[in-house]
């Protein structure tokens, strides 16, 4: 059964950080490209950042562009999203999502093209 399970999220003032963590099982993601979402309340879900299957290509929002940092360790099968100089406008359940495609270059923002979903971790941002 494959699983994505987010954690690392949190309650945090503006300004602060956090680094959520996405483990992924049941299958190797070694060779697919990884993905951050987020869905607010009453919002639609929205791209955050993206990394290629070997690192060499990320891609992020223009919101977080700068303060947020993606990046893999495939030996921990694990993904990471590094959260720094957070804002009230960033508070969202945060969702780690997996592309079956296999070595893809490049990565893609569009939420379909995931085929693999975690349940979410929830990042407040107090003002």
């Known amino acids: 059964q494959v699983q994505l399970v987010e954690s690392g999220g949190g309650l945090v003032q503006a300004g602060g950080s956090l680094r959520l963590s996405c483990v992924t099982s049941?299958?190797?993601?070694?060779?697919?490209?990884l993905g951050w979402f987020r869905q607010a309340p009453g919002k639609e879900r929205e791209f955050v950042a993206a990394?290629?299957?070997?690192?060499?290509?990320?891609d992020y929002a223009d919101s977080v562009k700068g303060r947020f940092a993606i990046s893999r360790d495939k030996a921990k099968n694990t993904l990471y999203l590094q959260m720094n100089s957070l804002t009230p406008e960033d508070t969202s359940v945060y969702y780690c999502?997996?592309?079956?495609?296999?070595?893809?270059?490049?990565?893609?923002?569009?939420?379909?093209?995931?085929?693999?979903w975690g349940q979410g971790t929830q990042v407040t941002v107090s003002s």
């Open positions: 999502a997996a592309d079956v495609g296999v070595l893809k270059p490049q990565v893609s923002r569009v939420g379909v093209e995931y085929d693999y």
């Open positions: 049941g299958r190797t993601f070694s060779y697919n490209n």
């Open positions: 990394i290629n299957w070997n690192g060499a290509s990320t």
